[in-house]
């Protein structure tokens, strides 16, 4: 997939972490977005791995940084909201976290970007899903 000037990419937690461990600078060279608790998610996802021992503390603390240096807008506005519990209404979720991913790349991305499987199950009745290597071409 080529990206034309100017495409906007919603990215969920997961890719925004291998953003930052592959390719800080992707977020000069593409327009990104996600819904603001992206980065707990990230925070969450850096501290699951230094308690099961797969990184150490000082790398997950560098990887925060480059989540703080990483530009990307983030988004938690009421549109955002109110169109995260819709998704989440329709699609019977327990909750509205993920829901927010998808709300962000309704309202504001030409494609979503994701690695979880719940959302990338759901994200065909919302938006245009897009691969990882889409960020490099």
């Known amino acids: 997939m080529t990206k034309p000037e100017g495409k906007r990419f ?3 937690a997961l890719t925004a972490l291998r953003i930052i461990r592959d390719d800080p600078g992707i977020g000069s060279r593409c327009r990104l977005v996600g819904p603001a608790l992206l980065r707990s998610h ?3 996802l850096l501290y699951r791995e230094v308690r099961e021992g797969k990184i150490e503390e000082k790398e997950a603390r560098t990887q925060l940084d480059g989540l703080a240096a990483l530009q990307i807008r983030l988004l938690g506005d009421r549109v955002s909201r109110a169109t995260a519990w ?6 019977d979720w327990e909750d509205t976290a993920l829901a927010e991913y998808l709300a962000v790349a309704t309202l504001q991305a030409d494609a979503l970007i994701t690695a979880d ?3 990338q199950a759901a994200a065909a009745e919302f938006t245009t899903l897009a691969d990882y290597g889409a960020l490099q071409d």
Do not use: E, G, M, Y
Request: charged share 20%.
């Open 117 to 119: 499987p719940t959302i």
């Open 86 to 91: 819709k998704i989440a209404r329709q699609l």
């Open 10 to 12: 919603a990215i969920d």
């Open 42 to 44: 990230v925070l969450s």
